[in-house]
DNA sequence: ACAAAATGTAAAATATATTTTACTTTATGA
DNA sequence: TCATAAAGTAAAATATATTTTACATTTTGT
């Protein structure tokens, strides 16, 4: 699976601390999801979706071998 | 979090088995998820979405608490 | 160039998703 | 009604997400 949070969060002007006080985690997931190291539970990526005003489609999307 | 597989899997008519194989998880996995016992992760609810040809905003709902 | 902020990364600890096995209860069709 | 499929549930085992701490590297502004 991959995402482009990098880009909606360099749109919204967030750092990565940033973004992470805003839904709730630790800088390291927001690092670790941005470089596609492990899969987040939906929860976040709703929260992701709600806070970019994108759909988790949007953001998240299958690759082969998921 | 809530969601409403057990209504998308009667539109599709498929058991709790069938889903479960589609998308690749034991059949527990989806009675919890349909009881809303534990959230699920992105990659499951993107195969949802697929599978359903709905949007995971569609399937998926944050709620108070979450 | 310097200082500070931001990002990348890693190991250990913890929380939680998911599987497996197994049993019970409920729905469905002959 | 009887047999069978489907659904609900639970405990133990395993895999994996997430946190915490800590340090290295890169970027940014002055």
Redesign the interface.
Known sequence: ?KNNIKVQRAIHDLTQQELAERIGVSRQTINAMEAAKY?????????L??LFGK???EI???EEG?
Chains 1, 2 share one sequence.
């Not at 899969?39 to 929260?47: E, G, Q």
């Open positions: 699976m899969v987040p539970s939906t929860v976040l990526a709703l929260k979706s709600e759909p988790v489609n998240f999307e299958l998921d």
